[in-house]
């Protein structure tokens, strides 16, 4: 599948030549491991359920070599393992999400939000208008609400954006070569070596003095055993909080920033009646979801998917992006329609045992930031074209390094 200049701005449009050719494909991505590349939304859907498709790694052929992050470096019980493995795990993470800790969180999301686009207004007013609202915005935004949530301090703010940075910029690696893989690796093993020794210690306070937060809760959860759990269980479930909720709310608020300004009629309908909103954002996650697959996973046995005689160890990605445009599901998939009916049944956010957990405040995040950014800034334009922006080379998550627009007028200020 060819991942040209043309494909990051745009790889809606290579999807849809692979609809055209049925709902699944062999196609060979730049790591040069041949993939199964499933783009139909029926046969992803079933695919996100099917326990036959793993994403253990002893499963893979000898066809599957890459070194890329994350699935050739990134080691998790939640993440790269299947039930019942990752269970208990993802049993710990679904504490940190449920409705009533959604609903408390919601009004800091909006302080957090308002205190950001405040930042915003004075760092244009010093810039002719001009600001990169992935900077400045978006980026700051998930990890605030993410450490509040936890319990971690401001003063790691820094420290965090850093380790985060670098881990996501190793999914950038397309090659899968040594020579560009190991500066980053590295640069992302010092980073987050500094952190899981920060994180470590303030689990031990936790555990001395706990408080209402989820590192308490981590600290001093048990296992089936009825043992705590171990420093590093609990570290990793901070950093999988970090990096599970970083970069795909970023990508998303980007991404719909900029589908919302080249449809200026479907932004005045939002303007006019903020009540739309909820719709409107299932409508832009259909479009917009920055996870465009999932994580690679393995045939454990023979098996057929749409038509496609898979051979055991074979490698299969299921396209998020290609499913929610399948023409067969959804009429004329490219048009952004707040009317469309059956836009809810988008899967952004997964199925199955690896449903996104932070679902419900991504789409909290997403929803607010949104609504408060285009009724502060009404007159909001880009600086750029979408081919211009500078959109990260990964196959998995769909971000983008910046954004320059221009605030215009505030709201208030004409």
């Known amino acids: 599948m060819p991942m040209d200049e043309q494909y990051w701005p745009n790889p809606h449009r290579a999807h849809a030549a692979l609809h055209e050719q049925g709902p699944v494909s062999r196609v060979c991505l730049p790591d040069q491991v041949p993939v199964w590349f ?16 793993a994403r253990q790694r002893k499963y893979a052929g000898p066809d599957f070599t890459t070194t890329c992050y994350p699935e050739g470096q990134l080691e998790s019980k939640l993440i790269m393992e299947d039930p019942p493995e990752h269970t208990a795990t993802r049993d710990l993470l679904n504490f940190a999400f449920t409705p009533r800790r959604i609903e ?10 308002a205190r950001l686009l405040d930042d915003v207004e004075r760092e244009a007013a010093a810039n002719g208008g001009d600001v990169d609202l992935m900077r400045s915005f978006y980026a700051p935004l998930p990890i605030s609400v993410i450490s509040g949530i936890l319990g971690l301090p401001d003063e790691y703010f820094d420290r965090i954006m850093a380790v985060t940075t670098a881990e996501f910029a190793m999914a950038d690696v397309q090659t899968g070569a040594d020579d560009d893989f190991e500066p980053l690796g590295n640069a992302a093993e010092t980073a987050q070596a500094e ?48 990096l599970g909720g970083y970069d795909t709310t970023a990508g998303m608020l980007l991404s719909s920033t900029v589908d919302l300004l080249e449809h200026p009629e479907e932004l005045a309908k939002l303007r006019d009646n903020p009540e739309l909103y909820p719709v409107a954002i299932d409508e832009l996650l259909r479009r917009n979801s920055s996870v465009t697959r999932g994580f690679r996973r393995f045939a454990t046995e023979d098996m057929e998917l749409g038509g496609a005689r898979i051979a055991a160890g074979d490698t299969v990605l299921l396209s998020i992006n290609g499913a929610n445009r399948d023409p067969e599901v959804f009429e004329n998939p490219h048009a952004l329609d707040f009317s469309r009916p059956n836009n809810q049944r988008h899967i952004a956010f997964g199925r199955g045992p690896h449903h996104c957990p932070g679902s419900s405040l991504a789409t909290a995040e997403v929803t607010i930031a949104l ?44």
């Open 104 to 113: 408390a969180v919601t009004p800091k999301i909006r302080e957090i939000v």
């Open 38 to 53: 499933v783009t139909g939304y029926e046969q992803v859907r079933v695919g996100l359920w099917d326990q036959r498709l």
């Open 195 to 242: 952190l899981f020794q920060i994180i470590a210690a303030l689990v031990e306070q936790r555990r001395a003095a706990p408080g209402d937060d989820l590192i308490s809760h981590w600290a001093t959860a048990t296992d089936e055993n009825g043992e705590l759990l171990s420093i590093y269980d609990v570290v990793a479930l901070v950093i999988i909080m970090y």
């Open 371 to 414: 609504e408060a950014l285009f009724a502060r800034f009404p007159n909001l334009e880009l600086r750029t074209t979408r081919e211009e922006i500078p959109w990260r080379q990964s196959t998995f998550c769909r971000a983008a390094y910046s954004l320059p627009v221009n605030i215009g007028t505030p709201a208030g200020d004409a």
